[in-house]
């Protein structure tokens, strides 16, 4: 079948169908809070189990979603968790358009300026990991990043968000994607323009907006021992999600949409919330 005859399938689904022929890799909750809410748990409930354990332990990390590390730093801080057991292996960040150089910190899309106000500020000092266990991709790392994985032992988990055209951290649809490692590449213009235009102070400003990234590969991600991934509407607005949640959910794995390899993951969970999982009004 044709990935665009199976679209207009999976778009005929009902959610109840949806849910059931996902067979158990998608979770569903009524409201985006509830989406949060899930997600920050897992993610303490993950860190409480390595902080009763003897070794530390790996986490692919995103910058985005950004709501559930709020709710993350309250519940860290009130139960007094430690992540020195913790190490993060952050997803992505944006590369300079002509040179292989990370965008500064300074600029409002980077992602290693965000992670901070956005979580590392919000946790008691005391409780943080040192910061040798917060690893960004960077070109200097680049080559050595799939080794300091294997030698930390693997990923437990892996977190993500599901972009537009499927991509998890920056693997875009191309051959091969499945076995891609971390590199630097061409952002594509559908993740440009929907990026470019759901940061909201950004406008839309296609001309400036990054055009490189760095990125994990995704071996790395499907090498998790398990996957949780997110995507959602953001606003009653700006319907964007429905489709690739659907895709994600049930679609045959294939190159042009890369988060469907991992539908053979044997631990994945795609959460989202009902109105995203909703078809959209046509189904073209």
Same mark, same amino acid.
């Given at each position: 079948?044709?990935?665009?005859?199976?679209?207009?399938?999976?778009?005929?689904?009902?959610?109840?169908?949806?849910?059931?022929?996902?067979?158990?890799?998608?979770?569903?909750?009524?409201?985006?809070?509830?989406?949060?809410?899930?997600?920050?748990?897992?993610?303490?409930?993950?860190?409480?189990?390595?902080?009763?354990?003897?070794?530390?332990?790996?986490?692919?990390?995103?910058?985005?979603?950004?709501?559930?590390?709020?709710?993350?730093?309250?519940?860290?801080?009130?139960?007094?968790?430690?992540?020195?057991?913790?190490?993060?292996?952050?997803?992505?960040?944006?590369?300079?358009?002509?040179?292989?150089?990370?965008?500064?910190?300074?600029?409002?899309?980077?992602?290693? *300026?965000?992670?901070? %106000?956005?979580?590392?500020? @919000?946790?008691?000092?005391? !409780?943080?990991?040192?910061? /040798?266990?917060?690893?960004?991709?960077?070109?200097?790392?680049?080559?050595?990043?799939?080794?300091?994985?294997?030698?930390?032992?693997?990923?437990?988990?892996?977190?993500?968000?599901?972009?537009?055209?499927?991509?998890?951290?920056?693997?875009?649809?191309?051959?091969?994607?499945?076995?891609?490692?971390?590199?630097?590449?061409?952002?594509?213009?559908?993740?440009?323009?929907?990026?470019?235009?759901?940061?909201?102070?950004?406008?839309?400003?296609?001309?400036?907006?990054?055009?490189?990234?760095?990125?994990?590969?995704?071996?790395?991600?499907?090498?998790?021992?398990?996957?949780?991934?997110?995507?959602?509407?953001?606003?009653?607005?700006?319907?964007?999600?429905?489709?690739?949640?659907?895709?994600?959910?049930?679609?045959?794995? *294939?190159?042009?949409? %890369?988060?469907?390899?991992? @539908?053979?993951?044997?631990? !994945?969970?795609?959460?989202? /919330?009902?109105?995203?999982?909703?078809?959209?009004?046509?189904?073209?």
């Amino acid at each position: 079948m044709k990935r665009s005859e199976e679209v207009r399938r999976i778009l005929g689904l009902t959610t109840e169908e949806l849910v059931t022929e996902a067979r158990g890799q998608l979770k569903l909750f009524p409201t985006l809070d509830e989406v949060y809410e899930f997600l920050a748990d897992e993610m303490v409930r993950e860190f409480r189990k390595a902080a009763e354990g003897n070794r530390i332990v790996s986490f692919i990390m995103p910058v985005g979603p950004t709501q559930p590390y709020r709710i993350m730093a309250e519940k860290i801080n009130y139960w007094s968790l430690s992540l020195k057991n913790v190490r993060f292996f952050f997803m992505d960040e944006y590369v300079d358009d002509e040179k292989d150089e990370l965008i500064p910190e300074s600029h409002p899309l980077s992602f290693r *300026g965000q992670i901070g %106000p956005l979580l590392f500020h @919000r946790i008691r000092p005391e !409780l943080m990991m040192p910061e /040798d266990q917060i690893i960004f991709p960077t070109p200097e790392n680049l080559a050595f990043l799939p080794k300091r994985i294997e030698d930390a032992g693997g990923i437990e988990v892996c977190y993500g968000g599901i972009g537009i055209h499927g991509h998890v951290a920056f693997n875009e649809p191309g051959p091969g994607v499945k076995d891609s490692n971390p590199r630097i590449l061409e952002i594509n213009e559908f993740t440009r323009t929907i990026d470019s235009t759901r940061h909201r102070g950004v406008g839309g400003n296609l001309e400036n907006f990054p055009r490189r990234a760095i990125t994990l590969g995704m071996k790395q991600c499907l090498g998790a021992r398990r996957m949780l991934l997110m995507t959602r509407n953001e606003s009653d607005e700006f319907y964007w999600a429905n489709t690739i949640l659907r895709i994600a959910a049930v679609g045959q794995p *294939g190159d042009d949409y %890369p988060v469907t390899h991992a @539908r053979n993951h044997k631990n !994945l969970l795609i959460v989202s /919330d009902l109105a995203t999982a909703r078809a959209p009004k046509f189904n073209i």
